[in-house]
Structure formats: structure tokens, C-alpha cells
């Protein structure tokens, strides 16, 4: 029988003779296993993530990460093949907004305009004037006159952070990311009181009572960049442990606190993101499916608010 790092040898050749075989580019989020995050030709956020989709040369995208991920991809390069490891790594927070009930609840505010979080489908963002992203949203919603009225969607807890900053009144649709809603705030204060040099940096997926005690809120990427650029040698991190391998990596000497999601246990895995495989990765490669396939009126659709976003956060140097 192959031991297990014969067997990931294995597929790490397999993936890097077929990524040029078939001129494929991986696309990672930085949730998704070590394993498949050093395979990668990029590994980021959800903006660093769609920027990179919409310039890729590549006549084929592997994206390893979850559906309502490789369906951005998908819309933003029609033509191409759209491969994901895994067809069933969906999103808690993007299924917490189905697209028929996204319509009626829009219709009761008609004066109002929809930002929605990227976390949610191709028949949500078809439904929305702009989309954005952790690494963007408060920018994106400071980019229109405080007297416009907004319906956010799908996070309310991102949402909530942004009303809090911006002084808006947003509507907010009920959804939540159901890693980051879950992490304890017991623990996070009895991590605070036993590490008094640690400063607290944490997703705004997470509940508000923990984005109060923050020392720093930003999305994975921010995250990442503070935690190298800080003069603290001790960082607690409420968001998905995937972040830690590239934290480690960047700041081999400094320490790093994965906030559990209850006092039991360090479970704050994304069950959706940790579906895709070295081994998945590679029969996706090979055997080229599963693709992502969208109705081409629909992609149009779901495009405009997308492309707004990338032009806006280019403007405003969010992106290169
Ligand atoms: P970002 O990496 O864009 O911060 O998003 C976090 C997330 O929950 C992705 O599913
Ligand atoms: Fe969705 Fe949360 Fe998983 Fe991100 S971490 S994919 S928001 S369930």
C-alpha cells in the first residue's frame, strides 16, 4: 500500500505535468488545505481571487476553492473551461439567500439599491447592482452618497461591521457564514485574558461582540498582511484555521491562536472548502470535469455588477 505522502507525491507530479499539458492555471482561496494552497499558481481572497480569474490567460481555470468562487470565474471568462475539484463545496452563507426569496424581498424596498457580498450565486449577483468583497466592501459602499438607500446581502454580520463604520443604514439581508458565526466569543475572551501580548485580528464574517474586541478586522488577505507587518509576536485568529499554513509561512517566528468555534474543540474547519483533495484536484485536471457550466443569460446577468466592482476597486487602488 503507497503511504500517504507517496500518494501526494504522486499527485503534485500528476497536477504539475497536467497544469502544463492542458495550459491550466489553479486559482486558490486561502482556506483550502496546505496541500493544494503550495500547488497553486495564486493563492488569495475573494478579490485577489476574481481579479486574477478575469486576467488569466490560461485556456483552462482549476478553482480550488467553492462554487459561488468558480461560478465568478466562470462568468468573468465564458469561453473557458471552469473546472472545481469538487461540484458539491457549496457555501452556508451563499445557500442562506435563495435567489426566489432574494426577489420578494427586494421588491419591498424599490427605492433601493443591492450590494451583495460575492459570497452568494450567479442568480443573486444577476439580482444586484454591485458586488463586493471583504477586501472591498466598505469602500464600495462609501463609493455612493450617504443618502442613497442600500439592501446588503447575504451576511448581516459583515453587514452589520459596515453600517457600524460607515454610519449607513443598510438593509440587511438574514444570512450568515456558518464558521464564522460560530466562533466562541468565551473563548476568544479567555484567550485575550491568558495572552495579554496577543492582539486579536478577525474576520467581519464573524459575530459582532467578537469584531468589538478586535485589535485589527479585514478580510483574509488584510488578515494575512497585518499579521506580517505588526510588531506583536502573538496573533488570536477568528476566522478558518486554512489561513494559518500562509501566517506561519510569511512569519515563521510569531504565534498564531485559531479562535475554536466552541470550548471543545478547534472545529472551525469550512466543511465545504476542505472537500477539495490533492487527489481530487488532479482527477479534475485530468479527466476535466467537473466543469462549472452557467445559462449564458445569465452569466451576462451576473456579470455587470461583478465587472462594476473590479473597475471601482481598480479606481480606487484596491487592485493593481
Ligand atoms: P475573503 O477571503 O475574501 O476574506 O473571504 C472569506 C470567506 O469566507 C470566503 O468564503
Ligand atoms: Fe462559505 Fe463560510 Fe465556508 Fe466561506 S468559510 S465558504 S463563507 S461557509
Known amino acids: 500500500m503507497m503511504s500517504e505522502k507517496a500518494k501526494n507525491d504522486f499527485f503534485i507530479a500528476g497536477i504539475k505535468s497536467l497544469k502544463s499539458e492542458k495550459d491550466a492555471v489553479i486559482l486558490a482561496h486561502f482556506y483550502q488545505i496546505p496541500e493544494i494552497q503550495e500547488i497553486a499558481d495564486y493563492v488569495g481572497d475573494s478579490l485577489g481571487l476574481a481579479q486574477q480569474a478575469a486576467q488569466s490567460k490560461?485556456?483552462?481555470?482549476?478553482?480550488?476553492?467553492?462554487?459561488?468562487?468558480?461560478?465568478?470565474?466562470?462568468?468573468?471568462?465564458?469561453?473557458?473551461?471552469?473546472?472545481?475539484?469538487?461540484?458539491?463545496?457549496?457555501c452556508s452563507l451563499a445557500d442562506s439567500c435563495p435567489a426566489k426569496a432574494f426577489t420578494e424581498f427586494k421588491e419591498n424596498y424599490p427605492d433601493h439599491i443591492v450590494i451583495s457580498y460575492i459570497n452568494c450565486s450567479a442568480e443573486v449577483k444577476a439580482l444586484s447592482d454591485i458586488i463586493c468583497t471583504s477586501g472591498n466592501a466598505v469602500a464600495i459602499v462609501e463609493s455612493f452618497p450617504k443618502e442613497q438607500k442600500i439592501i446588503f446581502a447575504p451576511d448581516k454580520n459583515l453587514g452589520r461591521y459596515i453600517n457600524n463604520i460607515t454610519g449607513r443604514n443598510m438593509i440587511l439581508w438574514d444570512g450568515t457564514?456558518?464558521?464564522h458565526d460560530m466562533l466562541n466569543l468565551e473563548s476568544v475572551i479567555n484567550l485575550r485574558i491568558n495572552n495579554p501580548d496577543a492582539e486579536l485580528i478577525a474576520h467581519p464574517e464573524c459575530k459582532e461582540p467578537i469584531l468589538q474586541l478586535a485589535d485589527f478586522i479585514g478580510s483574509t488577505t488584510a488578515l494575512l498582511e497585518y499579521s506580517q507587518k505588526s510588531n506583536s509576536r502573538k496573533f488570536i485568529v477568528a476566522t478558518e484555521t486554512g489561513i494559518l499554513h500562509q501566517m506561519k509561512k510569511k512569519s515563521p517566528d510569531k504565534e498564531f491562536i485559531i479562535v475554536p468555534a466552541d470550548e471543545n474543540c478547534a472545529c472551525n474547519d469550512c466543511p465545504f472548502m476542505k472537500m477539495n483533495t490533492l487527489?481530487?484536484?488532479?482527477?479534475?485536471?485530468?479527466?476535466?470535469?467537473?466543469k462549472l457550466n452557467l445559462p449564458l443569460e445569465l452569466m451576462e446577468k451576473a456579470r455587470i455588477p461583478i465587472e462594476k466592482m473590479l473597475s471601482l476597486s481598480k479606481k480606487m487602488n484596491l487592485i493593481k
Open 58 to 90: 490560461a485556456k483552462v481555470i482549476l478553482f480550488a476553492g467553492v462554487h459561488f468562487m468558480a461560478e465568478t470565474a466562470k462568468i468573468l471568462n465564458p469561453e473557458k473551461m471552469v473546472l472545481i475539484p469538487d461540484l458539491d463545496a457549496g
Open 177 to 179: 457564514c456558518q464558521v
Open 279 to 290: 487527489e481530487k484536484v488532479y482527477n479534475a485536471l485530468n479527466d476535466e470535469k467537473p
